[in-house]
């Protein structure tokens, strides 16, 4: 499985990004796909999920501000990204989650910075 992001750059605060994520490859059995993200100095946190058959699931920082779309027939994910903070600033990874609920297999893109300028 490859994962190709792209939308990143440098936005302001206030301002909107888009993120998008290709899923390619030997692609069977995909429970979930959505973005990751990694602050300067901090540890990787959820950002958002959609897994089929659930609610989607947001990082508490990002709700109402982010929203994420799967495109099941096309394997692609986006990430809406709308009243964007200084604190949003990180490098977003694609995630794609093969298997089920009970037992899948995570696979990452290489990442995409965003910057938010105050």
Partial sequence: VQLQASGGGLAQAGGSLRLSCAASGTISSIYAMGWYRRPPGEQRELVAV?????????????????????????????????????????????????????????????????????
Avoid: I
């Avoid at 692609?76 to 949003?88: A, G, I, Q, R, T």
């Avoid at 990874?93 to 089920?100: D, F, I, Q, T, V």
């Fill in 50 to 118: 959609v897994a089929t058959g659930e609610p989607t699931t947001y990082g508490d920082s990002v709700k109402g501000r982010f929203t994420v779309h799967r495109d099941v027939a096309n394997n692609m994910v986006y990430l809406d990204m709308n009243s964007l903070k200084p604190e949003d600033t990180a490098v977003y990874y694609c995630n794609l989650k093969r298997g089920s609920a009970s037992f899948f297999q995570n696979h990452w893109g290489p990442g995409t910075l965003v910057t938010v300028s105050s």
